[in-house]
């Protein structure tokens, strides 16, 4: 049943035309945010709606199946693109936030910075769910076929594709060891090669020096249940030419559980930190133990004044604070001990570099006032918990210096922000808005639509409720965050490499339409927001490309409230298809969009060693983005994803304008030269 309603939304009813150019947010008041935060808003639309909706959750659909836009089902004619959507249902097909959702402030134990307070969730964490967990029946009926992965230019007729020799599923108890031989064949007679997809917890690989090669594991009490194993095996002659074999390990407990050997506790890997001298620091570590147990932390040299306390929301996590008042590099001893027995301890050393305040001065003006007197955006992705990490405090001061724009990096997607149906986590997001709001950032919000990056139960839910998943999603967080965020990746990498549109659970609902649904929804709840669609690899020739903009041509023939491109930019060192990039920016000028640089980085390709980083030529990039986006009217922001290469997405490739210890690189000083007027 359709639900209609008497009044037209009360929301975004006038939304803006796609060419039209989008003012930028007022500044506001602290807290201004709550008052308009989601039970207003939508309290607003319900009633307009009158309550009278049965529950049913099916849009109007056309001939295909897929959601009808062109017909509003509620007798009036379109008044403008926003109205074009039908009335939400109500009550809404999953609750949207209540007051248990609300963040409150943390204590001051945990974060490093000062200049704002962080907020926490109130409900416990969620720990990521497994992606699926395999059933007994799964198991018991037997191995998966292979995977086998065909190139252009071979052909299995004449080159048969390689295979594991033997190869079944395993069961065995935790406590007992497992040795699996892998024994790859290949029908020519040659040996393929072959490599593990993903180690258990504590598995070894090794190597057999007869062409095979075996995984040696010992399960333990973490490990009951069942896993996958994948190894792949690669064809003699085209390395591409894959055959990927997963198996299923299925770990029983055994009758006497003392059986089971009692391993030594540890510590999360600790990647070295570099702070300021006099800041606060927080240092996270997390004991872990095989066995299952939790281990208790200690510090064995404690420095003068710190304090090393239980995370008071983690049992499984310690936090060192203390202020470094010496220049130096400080070794901490951490000793965690056995749950079970109190003698099994393990010593291991952290390391913190303490740098001079002078450390940290760059040279010259700062990129945001230049770009500020350029009327550009410059911003960069933000670190989702960086206010927790040990140099939060110069963290936020490079942010707060150095740009006028951020985004979450992660805070941001539907996995983190609505990870159950009816439980929302907005801690991090809200944080990420009052750091902007105190330092004076606009704020880029990331992504509402995405294929990946979601939570668990989306998944499962009927195809044909997916329209309204997508449109209360939306409702939901548009409403929330309009006051603080100044534009939005609508939908992100809607795209395949070939141009094709990539599948999923939003193709699967409602085919094409849920980017024209996504960005009306988003329109209707937040008419000033800049919205976007977002890609990568689209500022080449190519394929993706040109799918990408007939895509964008048939959204703005069908008034689809779209009002700039996102290229994303995730480059590496040797691209020089610079014209390629002009053209394409020219190619979304042309259509009446803006153009923003959401992602950009530039990473030393895969395999280049340190000393083989060619720095001026990174810069050289970098310079290049930075004066295309100069000479394009259209191009309003480039955007950064991190500024530090200590938190990048691509860490061990150094792709950012900053080195892991906040000193600038030659990146830096291309775009600051970029950007100083002539
Ligand atoms: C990446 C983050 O940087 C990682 O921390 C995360 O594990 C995966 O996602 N395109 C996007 C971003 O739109 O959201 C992705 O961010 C990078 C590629």
Not at 315 to 341: E, W
Not at 450 to 469: C, F, G, K, M, S
Not at 561 to 577: E, N, S, V
Request: hydrophobic share 35%; with cysteine.
């Amino acid at each position: 049943m359709q639900i209609t309603c008497p009044v037209p939304p009360c929301a975004g009813t006038t939304g803006a035309s796609s060419l039209e150019s989008v003012r930028p947010k007022q500044t506001h008041e602290h807290g201004t945010r709550l008052k308009r935060s989601l039970p207003v808003v939508l309290a607003c639309c319900l009633v307009a709606c009158g309550g009278g909706g049965s529950g049913s959750t099916s849009n109007p659909t056309n001939a295909t199946g897929q959601p009808d836009l062109t017909t509003p089902d509620n007798g009036n004619p379109p008044t403008g693109n926003a109205t074009l959507l039908p009335a939400l249902p109500v009550p809404s097909l999953t609750p949207g936030p209540s007051a248990d959702d609300e963040p409150i402030p943390e204590s001051g134990l945990r974060h490093s910075v000062t200049g704002f307070l962080p907020v926490r969730d109130n409900a416990p964490a969620i720990t990521k769910q497994s992606a699926e967990e395999i059933t007994l029946e799964e198991f018991l009926a037997g191995p998966l076929p292979p995977i086998i992965e065909i190139p252009p230019g071979i052909d299995p007729a004449t080159n048969a594709a390689p295979f594991f020799e033997g190869l079944t599923d395993q069961e065995l108890f935790a406590g007992d060891v497992l040795t699996l031989p892998f024994i790859p064949r290949d029908p020519e007679g040659d040996l393929p090669g072959l490599f593990p997809e993903e180690l258990p917890e504590g598995g070894e690989f090794v190597d057999n020096f007869d062409g095979t090669k075996s995984l040696v594991w010992q399960p333990l009490q973490g490990d009951v249940g069942i896993t996958e194993f994948t190894i792949v095996a690669l064809d003699p002659l085209d390395s591409f030419y894959r055959t990927r074999q997963t198996i299923r390990i299925r770990v029983l407990m055994p009758d006497d559980p003392a059986s089971i050997p009692n391993r030594p506790p540890r510590i999360e890997e600790f990647i070295p930190h570099t702070v300021r001298v006099n800041d606060p620091v927080a240092i996270e570590l997390r004991g872990i133990d095989l066995n299952d147990t939790t281990p208790t932390l200690s510090i064995a040299n404690l420095p003068p004044g710190g304090t090393f306390t239980r995370h008071p929301q983690r049992d499984d996590v310690f936090i060192l604070r203390y202020i470094p008042t010496q220049t130096g590099v400080q070794t901490f001893d951490v000793v965690s001990i056995d749950a079970d027995d109190p003698a099994l301890t393990t010593t291991e050393q952290i390391t913190i570099e303490v740098l001079s305040a002078a450390s940290f001065l760059t040279q010259g003006p700062r990129l945001r006032d230049l770009a500020v007197a350029r009327g550009l955006f410059l911003g960069f992705a933000s670190r989702q918990d960086f206010y927790h990490r040990p140099d939060g405090e110069i963290y936020t001061q490079f942010a707060a210096d150095e740009f006028n724009l951020v985004t979450p990096e992660n805070s941001m997607k539907m996995e983190v922000l609505n990870p159950l149906p009816g439980r929302f986590d907005f801690a991090d997001a809200d944080n990420l808005m009052r750091f902007a709001e105190r330092y004076g950032l606009a704020v880029h919000g990331h992504p509402l639509v995405w294929y990946t990056q979601l939570p668990e139960w989306i998944n499962t839910t009927a195809v044909a409720d997916r329209a309204i998943h997508l449109r209360e999603y939306i409702s939901r967080i548009v409403s929330r965050y309009a006051d603080d965020v100044r534009s939005w990746d609508v939908v992100n990498e809607p795209v395949n490499n070939d141009g094709s549109l990539r599948d999923s659970v939003w193709l699967e609902g409602m085919g094409e339409s849920y980017i024209d649904i996504a960005f009306r929804q988003t329109r209707e709840l937040d008419p000033d927001a800049v919205l976007l669609l977002n890609e990568f690899d689209i500022e080449v020739d190519g394929p993706k490309a040109d799918g990408f903009f007939s895509l964008v041509e048939r959204l703005l023939e069908r008034d689809v409230p779209l009002d700039a491109i996102g290229f994303q930019m995730h480059l590496f060192t040797p691209f020089d298809q610079f014209d390629e990039v002009r053209q394409r920016f020219q190619q979304a000028a042309d259509l009446g969009l803006d153009i923003y640089i959401t992602e950009l980085d530039v990473s030393f390709p895969e395999g280049t060693t340190a000393g083989n980083r060619d720095f001026e030529r990174q810069a050289a990039v970098y310079r290049e983005i930075t004066t295309l986006c100069l000479e394009q009217p259209r191009c309003r922001s480039i955007q950064t994803w991190g500024f530090t290469d200590q938190y990048s997405w691509r860490e061990p490739l150094e792709p950012l304008l900053f080195d892991a210890r906040y000193q600038d690189k030659p990146a830096y000083r291309a775009v600051q030269e970029q950007l100083t007027p002539p």
